[in-house]
Structures are given as structure tokens and as C-alpha cells.
């Protein structure tokens, strides 16, 4: 299982190295891992730290993927126009310089559940979920202790950012921190839909501790709304 598998980059500044990457495949699974210390610079592969996933079908089960940087985005998970199922995935000690410390995806159809994201960090937006365009569904996760740190940082919790079509459902989102929309950040959403999630114990430096809505439009039913 995940906790007797190891794959351990040993990524470092002078040695930078990707864990995984996964690039233009179908129909590919991975499961039953654990996947760290992955470090990519500016000068090679910068986005994606463990897991860099291109124009690509994948299926992502059972995987801690901890412990790994980007001087880009993404420093957990990075997935550009691609499709991606992941279930039971603990992403956690993960940090970016750019945006999306847990996953950042973009232009990605996104389905992930009963997943853990916890104590990630980024200089910009999104430090446990930042998510950019597709279709997303997020549901029976934990999202929690993530901090974004620089300024006029969005999304501590989540940043969703221009899509037609997110699902959230029924996750916890605690003790996240960011200057804007602690909890989550949603800017230039058309059709989102928040439902029985709990928000709770978020804080925000400037704006939205739980939450934090720009020229967005959707439905919020059933949550729990309380920093």
C-alpha cells in the first residue's frame, strides 16, 4: 500500500526532479503510493513538483504525495488539459512560489473525492486547490491548515477561477489562511454550486474569511459558513 511504496525524488535546488510525469497518455492509473520530495525549478519543469500530468486520461488512487516544491504551480499536482479522477489522496507539506500548493489545474475536468489537503503553502493564490477553467467536482474532502501567503494572496482553502461547471459537496474547509476568501475564492465562475460544506475557522488578513465571491453566479445550499 501507500505507506510500504515509496517514490522519493530526492529533488533538491541543484538537483532539480519530478516524481511523476505523465505526459499524453490514456487511460493510465496510479495507486497505492507514496510520492515525494519532488523539486522543480525555474530553469527546469517548473510547474508540478510530484505529479506533472499534460494532455493526458488519468485515474490517481490511494497516494500521499507530500513533501515536494515548485518554483512554479502546482507543487503537488500540476494538470494542464487533461482529465483526472483522484480519490483517497492525502496532499500535504507542499509549496509553491506561484499558485496551487495541493493541486493547480488548468483547463483540467477535475473529480476529486475523499481526499485530504492539508498544511500547503504558496506565495500567490489557490495554497490548497487552485483550480482554472474545466469542469470540477470536489466532494467529501478535507481542506484544511493550507496558508497563502503573499500579498494580496485569493483562496487559502480553494481558488476557482474561471469555470462553467464546479460541483463542491460536503468537505470541510478549516483553519485555512490567505489576505482574500480565507476558506475559498471564486472570481469569474458562471455556474458553480456550493452544497453542505462546512466552513469553519478560516482567516483572512483583508477579506472573506469563509468566503469570497467576484463577478461569479451559483447556488449556495446547505453550508456552514463560520470563518
Known sequence: GREETFLDAEGSADFPRRVLNLDKVEGVQVSGLTLMNGFVTLAKNYNGGAIGILASQVALSDLIVAGSSAAGNGAGIYALDSSVEADSLVIQYNSALGSGGGIHSVQTNLNLSQSSVINNSVSKNGAGLSLDGGAIAVNDCEISYNQATG???????????????????????????????????????SAFHLDRNRFTNNLADYSGGGLFINTSSGLITNNLIAG
Open 151 to 189: 500579498y494580496q494572496s485569493k483562496g487559502g482553502g480553494i481558488s476557482l477561477s474561471g469555470t462553467q461547471d464546479a460541483l463542491f459537496k460536503a468537505n470541510l474547509i478549516t483553519h485555512n489562511n490567505a489576505d482574500n476568501g480565507a476558506g475559498a475564492y471564486l472570481q469569474d465562475n
